[in-house]
Nanobody
Framework: QVQLVESGGGSVQAGGSLRLSCAAS????????MAWFRQSPGKEREGVAA????????YYADSVKGRFAISQDNAKVIVYLQMNSLKPEDTAMYYC?????????????????WGQGTQVTVSS
């Protein structure tokens, strides 16, 4: 099993920045992809960004390209999401997820492991 713990959420004004962290523990040897998703009330869970661990390949939703950056700590299985130029529409619960392999890396249904989420609120 893999456990994921997110941190770093909070409230910020539009135009501000936040950095989310996700620490993985447990049997992480078979984890190759980690990603961030978000969900606001009444909406489906949306893939925001994903990364191939160790390979440095990153993937982004069009809505966050140029504003968000996903990265990893090479010494530990920790993934970050740097969020800049935040907008009110970025307000959501943000979830970290992990999976061993696969395609469609921004689709929630293919992820095996999930964190509890961290709230991000952006005010105008």
């Amino acid at each position: 099993q893999v456990q994921l713990v997110e941190s770093g959420g909070g409230s910020v004004q539009a135009g501000g920045s936040l950095r989310l962290s996700c620490a993985a523990s447990g049997y992480t040897a078979n984890i190759n992809y980690m990603a961030w998703f978000r969900q606001s009330p009444g909406k489906e869970r949306e893939g925001v960004a994903a990364i191939l661990l160790g390979g440095g390949i990153t993937y982004y939703a069009d809505s966050v390209k140029g504003r968000f950056a996903i990265s990893q700590d090479n010494a530990k299985v920790i993934v970050y999401l740097q969020m800049n130029s935040l907008k009110p529409e970025d307000t959501a619960m943000y979830y970290c997820a992990a999976r061993p392999y696969g395609t469609d890396v921004l689709m929630a249904k293919y992820y095996n492991y999930w964190g509890q989420g961290t709230q991000v609120t952006v005010s105008s």
